[in-house]
C-alpha cells in the first residue's frame, strides 16, 4: 500500500486512546501529519504520543468527551488559531453499547449510543467544516461498521447508529461534493480490539487483525490525490464500495 505524503498537513483523530483510532493516529503520524488526538483517557493518549514521538512524528493530546459538545467548538476555534485550517478529519470514536433485546435495552445506554458514534459525529462535521475547506484538500473519513447493514438479533443500539451514521455521511459527502473536501466510511472489518473482545468475549483475538493491520487501509482516503467521495472503503477487502453491503 502506497503511503501518501502528509507533510505539513494536520489530522485530528477521535478516539485515539486505544485500538483502531490510536492505530490510525499512528499511521497518520508516520505519514507526516501533525495528529491532534481526542480521547477521555489521557493514559492512553500519553502512550500514543510516547509511540508517535518515538517514531519521529508530532501529536497534540485533546482529553476530550466527544459529548462534550461545546468543547468540541472549542476545539475547532483553537485548531483555527494555532494551524488555520484542518487537513484530515477522522471521526473514529465509538461504543459498542448494549448487546440485548430491543424491548430490554433502557433509555440511557440508547441515547448513549446514539449520542457518541452518531450524534457526535454530527458536532463533528458542524465544527470543523469551516477548517476542512481552508485545506487544498480536505479529507474526512468516519468509522462504520459491517452491523449497519449486516442485521443481527441484540446488535440494534449500535446497528441502528452505525447506519444512521453512513446516511450523515454520505449526505455531508453530497454537501461538499463540489469542494475540494472528499467524504468517505472506513469498515474495519472485525478487528483485535477492546470494543470486540467486549463483543466476542469466546473469542480469540489472536485470529483477528490487529488494529494496526487495517489502520493502514485509512491512509488511502485520505491521500491528497484520492477524489472519490460517497464510498465506504472496506478493510477486509481493500474494495471501495457505494454503500455497505448486506454480509
Ligand atoms: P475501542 O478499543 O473500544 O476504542 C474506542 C475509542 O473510542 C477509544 O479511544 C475511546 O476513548 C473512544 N471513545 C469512546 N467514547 C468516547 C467519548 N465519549 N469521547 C471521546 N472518545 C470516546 O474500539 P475500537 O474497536 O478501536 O473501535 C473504533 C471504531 O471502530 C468504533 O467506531 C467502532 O464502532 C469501529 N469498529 C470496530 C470494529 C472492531 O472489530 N473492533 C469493527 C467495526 C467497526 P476513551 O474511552 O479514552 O474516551
Do not use: C
Amino acid at each position: 500500500m502506497a503511503v501518501p505524503d502528509l507533510t505539513g498537513r494536520v489530522a485530528l483523530v477521535t478516539g485515539a486512546s486505544r485500538g483502531i483510532g490510536a492505530a490510525i493516529a499512528e499511521a497518520l503520524a508516520g505519514a507526516g501529519a501533525h495528529v491532534v488526538a481526542v480521547a477521555r483517557t489521557v493514559g492512553g493518549l500519553e502512550k500514543l504520543d510516547d509511540a508517535i514521538r518515538a517514531a519521529g512524528g508530532s501529536a497534540t493530546l485533546v482529553p476530550l468527551d466527544v459529548l462534550d459538545f461545546e468543547g468540541v467548538d472549542r476545539l475547532a476555534i483553537a485548531l483555527a488559531d494555532r494551524f488555520g485550517k484542518l487537513d484530515v478529519l477522522v471521526g473514529n470514536a465509538g461504543v459498542l453499547g448494549p448487546l440485548s433485546p430491543l424491548g430490554h435495552v433502557d433509555q440511557k445506554p440508547w441515547d448513549n449510543v446514539m449520542a457518541v458514534n452518531l450524534t457526535a459525529n454530527h458536532r463533528l462535521i458542524k465544527a470543523m467544516d469551516p477548517l476542512l475547506r481552508r485545506s487544498d484538500a480536505g479529507r474526512a473519513v468516519f468509522v462504520s461498521s459491517g452491523a449497519a447493514t449486516n442485521i443481527r438479533a441484540y446488535w440494534g443500539p449500535y446497528a441502528v447508529s452505525k447506519a444512521a451514521l453512513d446516511a450523515l455521511v454520505r449526505t455531508y459527502a453530497e454537501e461538499t461534493r463540489s469542494t475540494a473536501i472528499r467524504v468517505n466510511l472506513f469498515n474495519p472489518g472485525a478487528t483485535r480490539t477492546k470494543m470486540r473482545q467486549q463483543a466476542m468475549p469466546g473469542e480469540d483475538p489472536q485470529t483477528l487483525p490487529t488494529a494496526a493491520d487495517v489502520a493502514q487501509h485509512v491512509l488511502t482516503l485520505v491521500d491528497p490525490a484520492f477524489q472519490e467521495t460517497g464510498r465506504l472503503l472496506e478493510a477486509r477487502s481493500g474494495r471501495l464500495l457505494a454503500f455497505q453491503p448486506p454480509a
